[in-house]
């Protein structure tokens, strides 16, 4: 069994800052690529930022400068350092894991999401 947790919402105000972190544990061989995404009220939920397990990034446009996304392959953990947060960034966060099993099968994981609220 594979778990995916989360830690670090919360409420901030308008320029002010938060971070996440997202740890996998369990039957777990390997942990590719991983993740964050949000789900804002009445949005689909949009990807925000991913990492390899080389450590290359991605980002949406939207958070280019001010979001960090890393990871600590040790402890099978990402981080999501959001900076200069916008009343727009407000949504759930969820976690998400490509994760090789012990018998070299690969599935996708979530975590249980996350509240961020940005206050104007």
């Known amino acids: 069994q594979v778990q995916l947790v989360e830690s670090g919402g919360g409420l901030v105000q308008t320029g002010g800052s938060l971070r996440l972190s997202c740890t996998a544990s369990g039957t777990i061989f390997s942990v590719k690529a991983m993740g964050w995404y949000r789900q804002a009220p009445g949005k689909q939920r949009e990807l925000v930022a991913t990492i390899t397990s080389g450590g290359i990034t991605n980002y949406v446009d939207s958070v280019k400068g001010r979001f960090t996304i890393s990871r600590d392959n040790a402890k099978n953990t990402v981080i999501l350092q959001m900076n200069s947060l916008k009343p727009e960034d407000t949504a759930v966060y969820y976690c998400?894991?490509?994760?090789?099993?012990?018998?070299?099968?690969?599935?996708?994981?979530w975590g249980q999401g996350t509240q961020v609220t940005v206050s104007s």
């Open positions: 998400n894991a490509a994760i090789e099993s012990i018998v070299r099968v690969t599935f996708a994981y």
